[in-house]
């Protein structure tokens, strides 16, 4: 049984900072690519960031790029998304997910297990 476990949302003023976790029960964590997606209120889940099996490489939407890092500690079987200079339209539901392959990462359909989401809210 998979399970993806995210934490770290919470309310934060825009300009803010936040980090995501993402701990994951797979027994081998290491083979999986892993990936942040967003949600926010009446809208499509969107890509975030993605992190290949070594972390060797990363892949960001044009709209976090600078702002937000993706990475991994493997020996913790887990993945964070640090956020920084949090703005308003930041604000979703954060989603991680693991994927097998990397073919198709930057869509959600690439993925194989999801977390149940953590929520990020960013005042204005």
């Known amino acids: 049984q998979v399970q993806l476990v995210e934490s770290g949302g919470g309310l934060v003023q825009a300009g803010g900072s936040l980090r995501l976790s993402c701990a994951a029960s797979?027994?081998?964590?290491?083979?999986?690519?892993m990936g942040w997606f967003r949600q926010a209120p009446g809208k499509e889940r969107k890509f975030v960031a993605a992190?290949?099996?070594?972390?060797?490489?990363?892949y960001y939407a044009d709209s976090v790029k600078g702002r937000f890092t993706i990475s991994r500690d493997n020996a913790k079987n887990t993945v964070y998304l640090q956020m920084n200079s949090l703005k308003p339209e930041d604000t979703a539901v954060y989603y991680c997910?693991?994927?097998?392959?990397?073919?198709?990462?930057?869509?959600?359909?690439?993925?194989?297990?999801w977390g149940q989401g953590t929520q990020v809210t960013v005042s204005s």
């Open positions: 797979i027994r081998t964590f290491s083979i999986y690519a």
């Open positions: 997910a693991a994927a097998r392959s990397l073919v198709t990462i930057l869509q959600a359909r690439g993925y194989d297990y």
């Open positions: 992190i290949s099996w070594r972390g060797g490489n990363t």
